[in-house]
Every structure is written in structure tokens, then in C-alpha cells.
């Protein structure tokens, strides 16, 4: 055994000796593992935040409410849905699997069951996250023009965009069949003429209403509605506010 280990040790003095193998400094060593886990720990609070984000994008945009307006309430489900948020998550979870499959510690556990504790580590972190106001204060840097704001612009206002399907605002006016709604973009002009089931209750100015149909030539044709309760779509309200102002029902006629 000695004479092997010996002969190993001859051999490996011999290759650095002729250059072909290099001895590298341990704070070479140590930098690394220092970048390894800066980046994982960078990656993993980021993943927390983007789901944290995600539950807060489903509970204040009008995404879910979609849901209860039938085949069409579906399609503006899909069309509203986080996608960004959700690739992001998955992206991050990915990078800080990779770089625990580069570190010692995954020799000493099976990867799979690190990488399953590290995605419920991440959506309990999230769903703790959400008793905070960390998300809403997100919502509101992403409204300023300075570059992080712009960052999160591109992540949270996909939900307050013009779509086809759906549509998410406020009455202020109605003329015969024929509904105006603030929405965090502009105002539009919805056509409740061809409403597949009757109103549940009559619309008034200032209501907050969810619409499913399709929009043609700049107007809305609804096929089915619902009014939002007062803590339904917040951040839909919020960017309404924020561009027509608080409702005033003598002011908007």
C-alpha cells in the first residue's frame, strides 16, 4: 500500500513539476465557494420574492376573477395569467439547484430531496412574505421611472394591460347600452347589449366591474360580467386611481 501511494505521490509531484497540472491558491478556492454561495443565496431570496409576488399578482389583479364567468372568463384567465413571474420563479429555483449540485453538500444528500426542500422552503417563505406590505411597496416603486422601478414595471403592470378577452375598471358613465370604464390604461367604452345572462343588480357610476368578451375597433363587446367587491382587484383600483384620480361622480359626468 505505501509503495502505491508512493508511486501516486511521485506521479502527481512529477506532473507539477513539468507544468502540465498547476497548484491553485486556496483563497482561489475559498473565493469560489464565497461566489457559490453568494449567488445562491442571492438566487433563493429572489425566487421568494418573484413567488411572493406571484400570490400578491393573483390576489390584487383581476386575474382570478375571470374564473367565475365561464368559458370565456377562462380565456381571460389565461390571457391575464403571471407567466413572466411564474418562468421567473422556475428560472431561480433552477439556477440555486445548479449551484447546491456544484457544492460538497450535495454529495451528503440526495439531490432530489434537496431540490423538493428547496421549493418548499421557497413557497412557505413566500406565503410568509404575504403578511407583509412588501409586495405593495414593489407595486409602487414599479410606477416610478428610475431603472429598479422598471425592472418590476415589466413584471406587475402585464396585469394592468389592454387585452383582448377581459377587461377591469370603473363606471363612469352610462348611455343606453353602452357603458364608459376607467382602466389603469385608458378609458373604453363597453357594449353590454349582447349579455348572455341578465344583470343580477342595475350598474351605477363609481362601480368597480369585471368583463369577459372581446374587444373590435376600440369597443368592448361583453358577453358576461360581474361587479368586484371592495376587495376584489386592489391594484387594478390602485392604477386606476393613480391615472383618472379618485372617483367623483360629478366631475366624470
Do not use: C, W
Not at 47 to 74: C, E, P, R
Not at 181 to 192: A, C, E, F, H, Y
Request: proline share 2%.
Amino acid at each position: 500500500m505505501n509503495k502505491e501511494n508512493n508511486e501516486i505521490e511521485n506521479k502527481v509531484m512529477g506532473q507539477i513539476k513539468s507544468g502540465r497540472v498547476k497548484l491553485r491558491s486556496r483563497y482561489v478556492f475559498l473565493a469560489e465557494k464565497l461566489g457559490l454561495g453568494s449567488a445562491f443565496i442571492l438566487s433563493v431570496l429572489l425566487a421568494i420574492l418573484f413567488f411572493n409576488l406571484v400570490l400578491f399578482y393573483l390576489k390584487a389583479s383581476d386575474n382570478l376573477g375571470y374564473l367565475t364567468l365561464g368559458n370565456n372568463g377562462f380565456l381571460a384567465f389565461l390571457e391575464s395569467f403571471p407567466y413572466l413571474l411564474i418562468v421567473s420563479v422556475i428560472v431561480l429555483i433552477f439556477i440555486a439547484s445548479l449551484i447546491i449540485k456544484q457544492s460538497d453538500f450535495s454529495y451528503k444528500k440526495p439531490f432530489g430531496l434537496i431540490t423538493i426542500g428547496l421549493v418548499v422552503f421557497i413557497i412557505v417563505a413566500g406565503i410568509i412574505l404575504t403578511t407583509t406590505d412588501v409586495a405593495e411597496k414593489i407595486e409602487e416603486k414599479s410606477y416610478e421611472r428610475h431603472s429598479m422601478g422598471g425592472f418590476f414595471d415589466a413584471f406587475l403592470h402585464f396585469g394592468l394591460g389592454e387585452r383582448v378577452r377581459g377587461l377591469s375598471g370603473r363606471i363612469v358613465d352610462i348611455s343606453d347600452q353602452i357603458i364608459t370604464v376607467q382602466t389603469p390604461r385608458s378609458l373604453k367604452k363597453v357594449d353590454i347589449r349582447h349579455l348572455s345572462t341578465p344583470l343580477s343588480e342595475p350598474l351605477s357610476p363609481g362601480l368597480f366591474i369585471v368583463f369577459v368578451g372581446k374587444s373590435d375597433d376600440g369597443v368592448f363587446y361583453a358577453y358576461r360580467l360581474h361587479i368586484a367587491s371592495e376587495q376584489d382587484a386592489m391594484m387594478i383600483r390602485r392604477g386606476v386611481n393613480r391615472r383618472f384620480g379618485n372617483f367623483n361622480y360629478r366631475k366624470s359626468k
